[in-house]
Structures are given as C-alpha cells and as structure tokens.
C-alpha cells in the first residue's frame, strides 16, 4: 500500500487551544517562526480517535527523507474510525499559518467515503489533553481541502468548517495560508 504524503495531514494538523494569555514576546511581527523542524515530530503531539494522548498509532504521522511529514496507514489491518491529528505543543491565540500538501491514492477501503482525499488543518482547536478518548473530532475551526474524487468533477475547496458542531462554508479560492 502507498503512503499518504502529506505536508500536513488528513484529519487535520492542530494548533492547541485558543489561548488569550498567550502574548507574543517577538518585537518583529512578521518574523516567522517554524513549528515543523523536517526531521521529526519533536513538538507535535499525535490524538488518533481511540487512543490516548500522544500514542502515534502503528506510526501513522512520520517524517521522511526530504523533511516531509507523511500520513501512513500501510501497518493497519483496517481503519478503525482512527481519525487522527497532530498538535503542537503550545498555543497560538493570534497567528498566521503557512503550509502545503499534496494528496496521493492511498486510502483504506473501510473508511467513510467522505476522507477519500480530505484533508485540513484545525485551528483555535480545544486543548487535547481535554479530548476524550472516544471523541473523533476536537472541537475546532477547519480549513478543509478536498482533492478532486472522480475526474472532472471538482470538490469544493477551501472550506471553514467545524467539524464538532457540523457546520461549512465553502468558498470558491484557494490560498494555504490562515
């Protein structure tokens, strides 16, 4: 089975909770910082529905060679419901988020039909220590990308959703910074 090659994930890749005791201490404003340092998940806690906190499930988030973070189902036996996200370990409550992706083929044939090529990143997410073990989603805002599922026919792109509370407002550009 091909890897899912993701800069960042289906699922979702999530700041920790909106935190508004957080004040930047960086004078320079648009000074960047990085957050992913392409060599390993140093700062990154993994949350996989059914498991606990920081249990990277059969290994599912890795980086490899060239500094790419990488979803990966290739050691499951089936899919489980194991939807998963990434959290860095501090909070955020005022930034701006730059990444890319790209979606590749790999899916498992008893996962939902809606996570074939489903991506996002949540942010203004809950904390995760705060998310249950049987919670699928964190409560969160998503800016959603969808890859095309049969040829010619276009997904709508570039949603803000939330997953939690079942809403999404798509709009018709696409740019991956939030």
Not at 114 to 127: C, I, L
């Amino acid at each position: 089975m091909k890897p899912v090659t993701l800069l960042y994930l289906f699922f979702g890749i999530c700041t920790m909770a909106c935190d508004p005791s957080q004040k930047s201490t960086n004078s320079d404003e648009n000074e960047w910082k990085k957050l992913f340092n392409e060599r390993n998940l140093e700062g990154w806690i993994p949350k996989m529905h059914r498991q606990e906190l920081g249990d990277n499930y059969k290994e599912t988030f890795k980086v490899v060679q060239g500094g790419i973070l990488e979803v990966n189902y290739g050691d499951y036996e089936d899919f489980g419901e194991r939807y998963g996200h990434l959290f860095y370990e501090k909070p955020y409550s005022s930034f701006h988020l730059k990444w890319e992706y790209r979606f590749t083929d790999q899916w498992m044939e008893d996962a939902p039909h809606y996570t074939y090529r489903n991506s996002g990143v949540m942010f203004h997410s809950q904390d995760p220590a705060t998310i249950l073990v049987d919670q699928n989603w964190p409560i969160s805002v998503e800016f959603q990308m969808l890859a095309e599922e049969e040829k010619g026919v276009p997904r709508p792109t570039a949603a803000i959703c939330s997953p939690v509370l079942r809403w999404c407002i798509t709009v018709s550009w696409m740019k991956g910074t939030v």
